[in-house]
């Protein structure tokens, strides 16, 4: 009662937090809510160490070289260039396949479909985003490597003159086309739920007043729909990309990972990926120094990614497109 | 003079779906798509009858272009030329559409066939295989002896160890973002978002220097869960969040109203009008990580024998015991990989459903 009746509005928030069990509260809270912070600092920390260590036990040529000799002889020498470049280099693939399809996709689910078959469409690609890599990997070691060798085989056999499409070896197995093309499928769903949700974002009167000028479903995409959602789709290209350099399982068996650079031989039988190089080491590593070298290697990862990762965070923001 | 609206009537008018009469297509228009699609199906499949040419040529080399021709055609002699980039896209759409579908279709459908093989014998279903454990296999044995029942086991222990972390904290950081509301909140939010996107095999690494390489403890369940926990974390505390936002601010407000303090009102008032939304993030969240390979490979290793123990062996779980056995040169071990497989999709799918039925649930009652 001894509120002062002229008080108009009274700070909930103070007034709350001055009882003392909720100050217990919101301190408990607040702590737990710096967990993300703790576990992003201490992953940069102990695997900057690592990589600290590498860099100066091997130089900068660590970052770019291509070699890994360290259990053989006693002056170790490793490099993950390659395997940096392979990485960017399947990534790129599978945006080559992804982008296009998922914008299709993302077009057809909010222009084209009824809305039964819409929401079924958008339930098949929920399901593609949630089958784990492992299945993936799985499945593209027996059911898409052969199939995928006949078509590379082909594409060299008629294509061989473009460079991409070169093939000195006559071994399609294990090349960086089948593991784009499984990163690809694995981009896909991502790419499509952030486009489908922006393009159905469109307000609806833009596209209304498009159709009444008599503008075709191209023109209205071109002018209307892409340019208003662009940046969210940008950002949804970031968040595949972002999700493919990390990518270990799915590619592991079939990417033939070689020590050497293979700058642009799409259906050669020779790649790279860092995420990979670390489990395919780690099964046979030789010691605490090479140990310390598949650490340096994944802390380039993790800066990797994560710089793809916020900056796709942030332009997919700044669209205004709610959080998932 | 004003006219004065009725407002029954105005209600009437807005509930009606406005009439799009420029969406009923005229029939010379329909004869013309219908055979703008079926001409050339018919026309390769006649080829494809006749010739020796492989399918997956005559599919891309030649049924494709002519789709995008005829419907090319189509459009143009029906809507002028302004039809024909309409036309490429309707027919690209379609075609991608039925690429997801074909993909995913193969997925499941080798899935379930290679991964009947293991659960199904002879002898019918084969319990044996969910039921048993690795010791005394090796990948020669007979698919009648030995299972995946030491890996379910370890797939469960590690999974419930990480949401035992991962869910209070997740669902504290949402309350931290919705309910709290502190001046850091869109720090906190950036750093989930960021932990989103730490590959797996990074979330694998870090518990390996800071829990095995220091020496404090063995390979074990633990570990593998500490990893999991890590990607856990971010897919519950954006789920989490999600939902209670959907929360009415009156409930919040009423119960201050009452006096309670805040932390009653966030438990015994939001969290629990947000339960089903609550349990549908945890959901998620497993269902994220129960397929991850990377971490567990460097944090739990494997292990042929039932591990009861989460603190000091290494352990087997579900996608370590698939990639253990997948590159093995036995057709048996390969067959024990597609059963595995199955198991793991069914749970999966099982994770997937039931988010989708308690989303919908949570959908109804706040919208």
């Known amino acids: ?324 | 003079m004003t006219q004065v609206l009725d407002r029954e009537q105005i209600a009437e008018w807005s509930a009606q779906q406005p009439r799009r009469p420029w969406t009923k297509k005229p029939a010379r228009l329909q004869a013309w798509i219908a055979v703008a699609a079926l001409l050339p199906a018919a026309l390769v499949a006649l080829i494809f009858t006749y010739t020796e040419i492989p399918g997956p040529i005559l599919l891309v080399a030649v049924y494709f272009p002519l789709q995008l021709l005829a419907a090319g055609i189509a459009a143009v002699a029906t809507k002028g030329r302004q039809g024909a980039a309409d036309s490429v896209i309707i027919v690209l759409a379609i075609g991608a559409t039925l690429f997801s579908f074909i993909i995913l279709t193969s997925v499941l459908g080798s899935l379930i066939v290679r991964g009947f093989e293991a659960l199904w014998g002879e002898d019918g279903f084969r319990s044996s295989f969910l039921f048993q454990n690795n010791v005394y296999i090796n990948p020669s044995t007979p698919l009648e002896y030995g299972g995946l029942g030491h890996a379910v086991i370890g797939t469960l222990m590690i999974v419930l160890i990480a949401s035992l972390i991962a869910v209070p904290i997740g669902i504290a950081t949402a309350i931290y973002i919705t309910e709290v509301r502190g001046r850091a909140v869109p720090y906190v939010r950036f750093f989930v978002q960021a932990m989103s996107g730490i590959p797996s095999i990074v979330a694998g690494l870090f518990i390996l220097t800071v829990l095995i390489v220091s020496g404090a403890m063995n390979q074990s369940a633990f570990a593998g869960g500490l990893a999991y926990a890590i990607l856990m974390l971010p897919t519950v505390a954006r789920t989490a969040e999600e939902v209670l936002r959907l929360i009415p601010e009156d409930l919040r407000t009423g119960a201050l109203a009452l006096g309670s303090t805040r932390a009653r009102v966030v438990l015994r008032v939001v969290i629990p009008a947000a339960k089903t939304g609550v349990i549908t993030a945890i959901i998620l969240g497993v269902a994220r990580v129960i397929g991850e390979t990377a971490p567990l490979l460097l944090t739990s290793l494997k292990s042929d024998q039932t591990i009861l123990n989460p603190l000091t062996d290494p352990i087997a779980a579900l996608p370590t015991y698939i990639f253990d056995n997948v590159a093995l040169p036995y057709p048996g071990a390969v067959t024990r990989a597609w059963g595995a497989a199955l198991v793991l999709m069914i749970l999966v799918l099982i994770l997937f459903t039931l988010a989708r039925i308690l989303g919908r649930d949570r959908l109804n009652r706040f919208r």
């Open chain 1, 1 to 324: 009662m001894a509120a002062p009746p002229t008080e108009t509005r009274r700070d909930l928030d103070s007034a709350a937090t001055s009882h003392r069990g909720d100050r217990i509260f919101n301190r408990g809270i607040t702590i737990a809510a710096f967990t993300a912070l703790l576990v992003l600092a201490g992953i940069a920390i102990f695997l900057g160490i690592a990589a600290v260590e590498a860099i100066t036990t091997q130089g900068w040529s660590f970052l770019f070289t291509t070699e890994w000799k360290v259990d053989q002889g006693d002056e170790p020498v490793a490099g993950i260039w390659g395997m940096l470049y392979g990485s960017v280099l399947l990534a790129v693939i599978g945006l080559v396949i992804a982008v296009p399809v998922s914008l299709l996709l993302s077009v057809f689910i909010v222009f084209l479909a009824p809305r039964r078959l819409a929401r079924a469409m958008t339930n098949v690609i929920d399901l593609m985003a949630a089958i784990p890599s492992i299945i993936l990997g799985l499945w593209a070691f027996y059911l898409l490597s052969p199939p995928a060798e006949q078509w590379q085989f082909l594409l060299n056999k008629y294509l061989g003159w473009i460079p991409i499409f070169q093939n000195d070896s006559g071994n399609f197995n294990g090349t960086p086309f089948i593991a784009g093309f499984v990163l690809a499928i694995m981009m896909i769903p991502i790419i499509t739920s952030v486009s489908r949700e922006v393009l159905g974002r469109t307000p609806p009167e833009l596209i209304n007043a498009a159709e009444a000028l008599g503008c075709s479903l191209w023109t209205m995409l071109r002018h209307v729909a892409l340019p208003y959602g662009r940046g969210g789709i940008v950002g949804g290209i970031m968040l595949g990309l972002g999700r493919a350099l990390g990518e270990t399982i799915a590619i592991f068996f079939v990417l033939k990972l070689v020590y050497d650079i293979n700058w642009y031989k799409i259906i050669e039988s020779e790649g790279g990926s860092v995420a990979t190089l670390i489990v395919a080491t780690f099964g046979e590593v030789s010691g605490p120094y090479e140990l310390n070298l598949l650490l340096a290697a994944g802390f380039f990862l993790f800066v990797g990614t994560l710089a793809v990762n916020v900056i796709a965070n942030l332009i997919v923001q700044k669209t205004g497109r709610s959080e998932r």
